[in-house]
């Protein structure tokens, strides 16, 4: 079986081809260029589909609460604007005849982990991932929990700062305006008057510099705050942590070295850990979902 999977993010689409064996190939980059809206997303989404050859099947995970069932974007933020309501499943199918699966972005990427990655053998854990905004998703019970409306593990619009920021949501205050990458990058621009990206703040001749390294040290304090809400709501044994922020080792290990001196001590058994898949996460479990399923059509 031959799948072309894709994993639509706020900043960028990455796509890959998946086998059988799940082993992907031929992985590509593109812009989203979310601001043009649904609709042009999902053209580009078409586009690509229709240049290749041989496809059996089509998966797609994405940004945004996501009825897999359907194939539908249930609700989304101004991140991407006119995208709520995209019967992405439909327009693809009608498109090009191929059957397509549909999953929100880190539901797909705790299917990922699960199957293949930091997650393998365990029951139940938990899944953020950090970026544009802030995604969540539950696997429990070795499933993926979704809620009542399929749009459970919404951890960026937990509420840390009432009365805050205001958040693409509608809300104020959300855990995405303080915690995400994308607000770690304006943060450390608007202190330092600076047009630094995510990977160069990161660079020794950057991150050296003490302003820069105490506006690190208070975004890596609002994910703690937004990490602990979630250990004491879920009491979890695992939670993994994505994003391509998390490839830098300061984050991870300064989270590490915080978080256990600030949770009560029956609750420092969680083991909180990096992806094992990186970007490959969320590609490789909408595949493993579009494959397993026997009908998707």
């Given at each position: 079986?031959?799948?072309?999977?894709?994993?639509?993010?706020?900043?960028?689409?990455?796509?890959?081809?998946?086998?059988?064996?799940?082993?992907?190939?031929?992985?590509?980059t593109i812009p989203t260029e979310a601001h043009l809206?649904?609709?042009?997303l999902v053209n580009k989404i078409i586009s690509i589909?229709?240049?290749?050859?041989?496809?059996?099947?089509?998966?797609?995970?994405?940004?945004?609460?996501?009825?897999?069932?359907?194939?539908?974007?249930?609700?989304?933020?101004?991140?991407?604007?006119?995208?709520?309501?995209?019967?992405?499943?439909?327009?693809?199918?009608?498109?090009?005849?191929?059957?397509?699966?549909?999953?929100?972005?880190?539901?797909?990427?705790?299917?990922?982990?699960?199957?293949?990655?930091?997650?393998?053998?365990?029951?139940?854990?938990?899944?953020?991932?950090?970026?544009?905004?802030?995604?969540?998703?539950?696997?429990?019970?070795?499933?993926?929990?979704?809620?009542?409306?399929?749009?459970?593990?919404?951890?960026?619009?937990?509420?840390?700062?009432?009365?805050?920021?205001?958040?693409?949501?509608?809300?104020?205050?959300?855990?995405?305006?303080?915690?995400?990458?994308?607000?770690?990058?304006?943060?450390?621009?608007?202190?330092?008057?600076?047009?630094?990206?995510?990977?160069?703040?990161?660079?020794?001749?950057?991150?050296?510099?003490?302003?820069?390294?105490?506006?690190?040290?208070?975004?890596?304090?609002?994910?703690?705050?937004?990490?602990?809400?979630?250990?004491?709501?879920?009491?979890?044994?695992?939670?993994?942590?994505?994003?391509?922020?998390?490839?830098?080792?300061?984050?991870?290990?300064?989270?590490?070295?915080?978080?256990y001196n600030i949770l009560m001590d029956n609750f420092?058994?969680?083991?909180?850990?990096?992806?094992?898949?990186?970007?490959?996460?969320?590609?490789?479990?909408?595949?493993?979902?579009?494959?397993?399923?026997?009908?998707?059509?």
């Amino acid at each position: 079986m031959k799948i072309l999977a894709f994993d639509i993010g706020g900043t960028n689409i990455k796509y890959a081809f998946c086998d059988e064996n799940f082993v992907l190939s031929d992985k590509k980059t593109i812009p989203t260029e979310a601001h043009l809206g649904g609709q042009h997303l999902v053209n580009k989404i078409i586009s690509i589909i229709e240049e290749n050859d041989d496809i059996d099947r089509v998966a797609v995970s994405t940004a945004g609460q996501v009825d897999s069932k359907n194939g539908i974007v249930v609700y989304s933020t101004g991140n991407i604007p006119y995208y709520t309501g995209m019967m992405i499943k439909k327009i693809i199918e009608n498109k090009t005849g191929i059957p397509t699966y549909v999953e929100n972005d880190v539901n797909a990427f705790a299917a990922g982990e699960a199957k293949f990655g930091a997650g393998k053998g365990k029951s139940d854990f938990l899944c953020l991932t950090y970026g544009t905004g802030i995604g969540g998703a539950l696997y429990l019970d070795n499933k993926l929990y979704k809620g009542m409306g399929s749009s459970a593990g919404e951890f960026g619009h937990m509420i840390t700062h009432a009365g805050g920021k205001q958040c693409t949501c509608g809300g104020e205050g959300c855990y995405e305006c303080y915690a995400s990458t994308k607000a770690l990058v304006e943060s450390v621009n608007k202190a330092n008057s600076t047009n630094l990206n995510s990977f160069e703040i990161f660079e020794k001749e950057n991150f050296e510099k003490p302003e820069i390294r105490s506006v690190i040290d208070k975004w890596i304090d609002e994910m703690i705050i937004g990490l602990i809400n979630i250990i004491y709501i879920f009491n979890p044994p695992l939670i993994i942590l994505g994003g391509g922020i998390m490839n830098e080792d300061y984050v991870i290990d300064l989270i590490d070295r915080k978080i256990y001196n600030i949770l009560m001590d029956n609750f420092r058994d969680v083991n909180i850990v990096r992806s094992k898949l990186g970007s490959d996460a969320a590609l490789l479990g909408v595949a493993a979902q579009a494959a397993n399923l026997k009908n998707i059509s």
